[in-house]
């Protein structure tokens, strides 16, 4: 596992705070975390810990981080192609470049050639310790579309994969194996403290959670003392529960404060409670047992016949009441049909109406009692006189009266009786009910003094029960009314209990001190439990600045560096850091970093492990002080290569104009690295430097050196020109541009229909004219040896004993065919009356191409 991949798998693992992963997740892409990144995870830490709301995207960058990139490489990745670029700034559609998969690559570009277009599209595909460059379309051929690119790669030499880039799509895996170098990522391997010194990508990452770390907290802190001054809240009493809940605060979370808080606030009824208690402690205070004792029994002999009265009430017109009633009522009239039916069958046919009414019942009862009376049968039988009107009782008269006694004794009509008398004495009962309050005016009165809602709801109760009276009076009675408010009854049965137990808490001197001592606690409570009502949203303020303050707290302890030093120790610890240390030597030798002494030690301070470049026997000197740009882009490029060489990392590597503002010096060494490093990797560069170009292809192979020359195309850029630039070619390159200008030149001659003299001689002219520079190359080259570049500002004095070999044929041959040369450029206007030189045919410019071709033959065999 790659060290990288040690610091993702750490930062992922459950107990680090989860804002981390974010953190990491952007020094990972972007190389550092700028100040717009903090407070992107200012806000992501409170959000985490509840002081932000949590928006949409956050989920996602508390995910796990991916070490894209970093892992363990398994085989190694090189970039084939670039090409099919749509809607990317203004590089051209429809071309590909294409990479050598071994040796070096060298895209040349002058500036606005597309070169830094495709540089943009390389470090959002690939991997580089900077930032990600933003990619922008085509704004002078606007687009909806996305802007878009496809690369090919392949895998341990295996067959081509092409890959779709998009910008801010889905990275690929394999192509963030190929790492990228350029001078703004350099800065990335250089502490950012007052002294030059080399960060391993991995300590780079923990260093750059350490500085947000402390940005957090810092912010954290400022924001965290707005909500360090507690509200006042004031008058409470010490020995009350109220006082003790608001101690307590701090250790309760906010749900179950917010729940005891309204359990602590006092409720109407408890309200209501304390003026009387407070006359009551008046009261008892300074009296004796006896007096109280008759002060409260007297109060008591009041209230007690009052309920009694009003309870009875209740009792007799309550719902239970009226359903009995109404059972009543329903049997009476069920018994009393009941009886009918049986009467029909008896009384039917009779010459007289209303017998069997209850009227004519009555009647036969009398008649029965008389007869009775006498010692005489009843009904009477045939012979006897009848009893009401005298005359002798025939047969059928005898019958008729023994039916009527019989429907008289008929248990139906018992029941029916009996039903109805029940019914009629409850009717009756209920028809007596008094509600005349007249007798307890006086009670009523000294309650409505001290309760004068007691008597407002004595008043509706006594309106229900009158209603429930009449309601069951009614010719149709109703049984069924709205329920009854019992809150009087109730309130005096109270009242009664607790005058009772007032008298037995009175007994003696002992008893009452103890009364008055609960009393008052009782009173503080509700004094207390009635002001933190009144102050409740206070103290939800407060609940509120409490937790909010907490879990500032919270969140503060997720920027403790205790973690980060110690996986930072672990991490040095492993060795990783003491082989990064023998490679960065090795690269520095490499590079020819002889400026001063400069020796490696490791540190560590807060949560930061760090390989400090120092001058070696000067202690108080800092390499910033006296190390050039060039020298710091060295120790750079010296940890980049050591980093590869660690890892064992064999994909392409990619450098993007790596010398920008170098002098001569560093670039050649830069050149001489970035070759030999091409001899084991697949290695393309990126440049507009001309000279840095040359030098490359001094520096590399020519088996192993490839070009890719781009320039504008009309609006576009980004064109491959498929050749190198006139000023980066060879004697011999540029002998084989003028042959094939040359065939050019001869296809038009043969075309006469469009042959033009006046365009030949342009035609020509400027052949002639690359001629004249390509000898200019031939002397700087060959002739001189090198000895002294237009590009450099070295003599090489090693090298003057070429001089020695130019002959004095030479000297005629460039002399005679230069002067030729320059006959031919409009290098001055000449007169209209002088001689014009003749332009040569083609025939005769083809035949000065190749004598110039043996010369330089001759040339180069005579300086083997």
């Known amino acids: 596992?790659?060290?990288?991949?040690?610091v993702v798998e750490w930062v992922n693992q459950d107990g680090k705070p989860l804002w981390w992963r974010h953190a990491i997740r952007i020094a990972l892409g972007h190389g550092e975390i700028k100040p717009e990144f903090v407070d992107v995870l200012y806000n992501l830490a409170k959000m985490e810990f509840g002081l932000l709301q949590k928006d949409q995207i956050y989920p996602a960058n508390i995910s796990p981080v991916k070490v894209m990139g970093f892992d363990v490489e398994e085989h190694s990745i090189n970039l084939l192609s670039l090409g099919m670029v749509r809607n990317v700034s203004s590089l051209v559609p429809g071309q590909t470049l294409n990479f050598a998969p071994n040796g070096l690559t060298v895209v040349y570009g002058d500036n606005g050639a597309g070169k830094s277009s495709y540089a943009k599209i390389l470090k959002s595909a690939c991997l580089t310790r900077g930032d990600v460059p933003n990619i922008l379309t085509n704004i002078f051929k606007p687009s909806t579309?996305?802007?878009?690119?496809?690369?090919?790669?392949?895998?341990?030499g295996g067959e081509p994969t092409p890959y779709i880039w998009e910008k801010d799509g889905e990275d690929s895996p394999e192509l963030k194996s190929i790492r990228i170098f350029d001078s703004k990522s350099a800065v990335h391997y250089i502490s950012k403290e007052d002294r030059v010194e080399y960060k391993p990508a991995e300590l780079k990452l923990l260093d750059e959670l350490v500085s947000v770390c402390l940005e957090v907290k810092r912010r954290l802190l400022n924001e965290q003392k707005h909500h360090s001054t507690p509200h006042s809240i004031f008058g409470y009493n010490p020995s009350t529960k109220v006082n003790a809940f608001l101690q307590s605060l701090n250790n309760l979370p906010i749900a179950e404060s917010t729940t005891t808080l309204d359990s602590h606030c006092a409720t109407d009824e408890e309200i209501a409670q304390i003026e009387p208690l407070k006359l009551e402690i008046l009261e008892l205070t300074g009296k004796t047992p006896d007096q109280l004792k008759k002060e409260l029994a007297g109060k008591y002999g009041h209230r007690e016949p009052l309920y009694k009265f009003i309870n009875n009430l209740v009792s007799q017109l309550s719902d239970g009441s009226l359903s009995e009633i109404g059972r009543l009522y329903d049997e009476h009239k069920s018994k009393i049909a009941a009886a009918e039916v049986i009467g029909q069958t008896t009384l039917t046919g009779l010459p007289i109406g209303?017998?069997?009414?209850?009227?004519?019942?009555?009647?036969?009862?009398?008649?029965?009692?008389?007869?009775?009376?006498?010692?005489?049968?009843?009904?009477?039988?045939?012979?006897?006189?009848?009893?009401?009107?005298?005359?002798v009782i025939d047969t059928a008269t005898a019958e008729r009266m023994k039916a009527f006694h019989k429907y008289i004794q008929d248990q139906s009509q018992v029941?029916?009786?009996?039903?109805?008398?029940?019914?009629?004495?409850?009717?009756?009962?209920?028809?007596n009910l008094a509600f005349d309050l007249s007798p307890f005016s006086g009670v009523l009165t000294e309650i409505e003094t001290v309760k004068p809602e007691v008597i407002n709801a004595l008043d509706e109760l006594m309106g229900q029960l009158t209603n429930r009276k009449q309601a069951v009076l009614a010719t149709t009675p109703c049984f069924i009314q709205p329920p009854l408010t019992p809150n009087v009854p109730n309130w005096l049965k109270a009242q009664l209990d607790s005058l009772k137990a007032k008298i037995e808490n009175v007994a003696d001197d002992g008893s009452l001190a103890k009364s008055l001592a609960e009393m008052n606690s009782r009173l503080l409570e509700l004094v207390d439990r009635q002001t933190i009502r009144q102050q409740k949203q206070l103290v939800l303020n407060e609940i509120n600045r409490l937790h909010t303050f907490q879990i500032f707290q919270n969140a503060l302890a997720s920027v403790v560096l205790t973690k980060i030093t110690s996986f930072t120790s672990v991490l040095s610890n492993a060795g990783a850091i003491g082989q990064l240390k023998g490679a960065f030597e090795s690269e520095l030798s490499a590079l020819g970093f002889k400026a001063f002494s400069v020796e490696t030690k490791t540190r560590g301070s807060a949560g930061e492990q760090k390989l400090k470049l120092a001058i070696s026997n000067i202690a108080s000197t800092q390499i910033s002080d006296i190390a050039s740009e060039g020298e710091q882009k060295c120790i750079a490029l010296a940890g980049f290569m050591s980093e590869l060489t660690?890892?064992?990392?064999?994909?392409?590597?990619?450098?993007?104009?790596?010398?920008?503002?170098?002098?001569?010096?560093?670039?050649?060494?830069?050149?001489?690295?970035?070759?030999?490093?091409?001899?084991?990797?697949?290695?393309?560069?990126?440049?507009?430097?001309?000279?840095?170009?040359?030098?490359?292809?001094e520096a590399a192979p020519e088996t192993s050196f490839n070009l890719l020359h781009i320039a504008q195309k009309g609006s576009y850029s980004g064109f491959p020109v498929g050749r190198l630039p006139w000023d980066a070619m060879s004697t011999k390159d540029r002998i084989k541009f003028l042959r094939q200008q040359v065939v050019d030149v001869r296809k038009y001659c043969k075309d006469f229909e469009n042959f033009i003299e006046e365009e030949y001689k342009e035609k020509a002219r400027y052949v002639y004219g690359k001629l004249r520079t390509t000898l200019e190359r031939l002397i700087e080259e060959w002739l001189i040896g090198d000895i002294v570049q237009r590009f450099s500002r070295d003599v090489r004095v090693t090298m003057i004993a070429k001089l020695l070999k130019v002959s004095e044929p030479e000297i005629v041959f460039i002399t005679a065919l230069y002067d030729k040369c320059c006959g031919f450029l409009d290098a001055h206007d000449n007169p209209a009356n002088a001689g014009v030189v003749p332009m040569?045919?083609?025939?005769?410019?083809?035949?000065?191409?190749?004598?110039l071709a043996v010369f330089f033959e001759e040339v180069k065999n005579n300086r083997k």
């Open 646 to 697: 660690i890892d064992n990392r064999k994909s392409a590597i990619i450098f993007d104009d790596p010398v920008n503002s170098l002098d001569h010096k560093w670039r050649r060494l830069f050149a001489n690295r970035i070759a030999k490093e091409s001899l084991n990797r697949q290695v393309i560069v990126l440049t507009h430097d001309l000279p840095f170009l040359v030098m490359l292809r």
């Open 354 to 391: 209303g017998i069997g009414t209850e009227v004519w019942k009555q009647m036969w009862r009398h008649v029965e009692g008389f007869i009775t009376s006498q010692n005489g049968s009843f009904p009477p039988a045939t012979g006897e006189n009848c009893p009401t009107c005298l005359q």
């Open 415 to 431: 029941e029916a009786q009996k039903a109805t008398h029940a019914y009629q004495a409850r009717i009756q009962f209920i028809e």
């Open 840 to 851: 040569p045919d083609i025939d005769e410019l083809n035949q000065d191409i190749e004598d």
């Open 1 to 6: 596992m790659s060290q990288v991949a040690k």
């Open 145 to 156: 579309e996305n802007p878009q690119a496809t690369l090919c790669f392949s895998s341990a």
